[in-house]
């Protein structure tokens, strides 16, 4: 197996990954898939969604074997959360 280096500053791939879920990915995904993860190629914007992280990563480099790959959890500003929440009382 190969290791994919990436070909950008973490910056530069942030600001990819997120103008192109923003801009063309949000409104295909939003509204059936809350809390899934969209695994995005942020060169050429194909992307797959998956109640998995592996499973949506593993469809788009399946097509895309180069992908350089940005996540996102549909309706979350987080893909995941460390550490406890509070429980709202009730």
Known sequence: MTVRQPRYGKE???RRGDEIYESHV???VE?????????????????EVDASEIAAC???EASHP???IWI???????VRRFGGRMKKAV
């Open 58 to 60: 593993d469809r788009l």
């Open 26 to 28: 949000r409104s295909q």
């Open 12 to 14: 530069e791939f942030a």
């Open 72 to 78: 996102v959890r549909i309706g979350s500003r987080h």
């Open 31 to 47: 509204a059936d898939n809350h809390g899934k993860i969209v695994a995005i190629d942020i060169e050429t914007g194909a992307f």
């Open 66 to 68: 180069d992908a350089q």
